[in-house]
């Protein structure tokens, strides 16, 4: 039997020896071996994605503390000190006080604000302020924190920023919902900025992700208004929404001394990567599920 040659060597391609020996044929349908090369975790891919549209978009990414006082999370942005999302349910204190970091003719005129509206056309809260209840520590609630901070030591337009970073919630864990998550943070404090600017932003933004169908409806923050909930469409799940966004208050921009219009958003990250990576349940994003990192595409 004539011998079967399965590898033509550079010695027979010199020659021409290979046109006269028997090649073993090759199945090219047999299964080949499964080989699973490094790359980038699916979630990490769209946060890179959100940040390089961002980007593009001509804004500056800032970063920020986790640990925050109430005053920055909370008070500077107008949220009364009885509002039910600094109750324990909602919120992760700390147990220990901090001395108010901010200058004291701030801290003052959101005193002010609050009780009374200061010198604003406002009603405020009512009510006696406590500076004990806004100094005391606590994981943030959102990367508002974040934004607000940079923006009360850049008071002169232009300004447009955003911020991507992980919050803390007393969340019910289930298949939407976890006690920390991922959230896009922006502004732009600019003069003649419009809530029309503001939906374009957001609508360029979901589009440039893959959702070209983008919608608002009414919504209501204390520290925004007008305010709006920004919702997408998908063929699986309908409208789904994403996040909330509307222009400062003149009570939150009054007080750290912006004098200009602000827009401002908040982008929930897990559930628009639930949706991008067809996902039912977004502890999946953050479990070391090694089958499913495998089988995941390394581009959409």
């Known amino acids: ?50 940040r390089r549209i961002f980007t593009e978009m001509g804004f500056v990414e800032i970063k920020g503390d986790v640990i925050q006082s109430a005053f920055w999370n909370f008070d500077a942005l107008f ?9 324990m349910q909602d919120t992760f204190y700390l147990g220990k006080r901090c001395p108010l970091d901010a200058e004291p003719a701030l801290v003052e005129r959101v005193k002010e604000v609050h009780e009374h509206g200061g010198s604003l056309r406002s009603r405020g809260w009512g009510g006696v302020w406590s500076a004990e209840r806004a100094s005391e520590m606590l994981l943030r609630t959102h990367t508002t924190a974040v934004t607000l901070r940079y923006l009360a030591s850049h008071r002169e337009p232009p300004v447009k920023v955003f911020c991507i970073g992980r919050v803390y919630r007393r969340e019910t864990l289930d298949p939407t919902h ?18 029309r600017d503001l939906l374009g932003i957001l609508q360029t933004f979901y589009r440039k992700m893959g959702f070209p169908r983008v919608r608002f409806r009414p919504g209501y923050f204390p520290y925004t208004e007008p305010s709006v909930e920004v919702e997408v469409f998908t063929k699986e799940h309908g409208w789904i929404e994403l996040g909330g966004a509307g222009i400062f208050r003149e009570e939150v921009t009054n007080p750290i001394g912006v004098r200009y219009p602000v827009l401002a958003w908040g ?32 581009c959409d």
């Open 178 to 195: 976890l006690p920390e998550f991922d959230q896009l943070e922006g502004i732009v404090m600019d003069e003649g900025v419009t809530f």
């Open 79 to 87: 949220v009364p000190q009885d509002h039910p999302a600094r109750e």
């Open 267 to 298: 982008l929930g990250i897990g559930r628009l990567a639930m949706l991008k990576l067809r996902l039912k349940d977004i502890r999946q994003l953050y479990q070391p599920d090694i089958a499913w990192l495998r089988r995941s595409s390394i």
């Open 1 to 50: 039997m004539e011998a079967e040659v399965t590898q033509i060597t550079p010695e027979m391609i010199r020659t021409g020896s290979w046109r006269s020996v028997k090649l073993k044929e090759y199945d090219v349908k047999l299964p080949a071996e499964e080989i699973y090369p490094a790359k980038v975790h699916p979630y990490q891919r769209l946060v890179d994605e959100m």
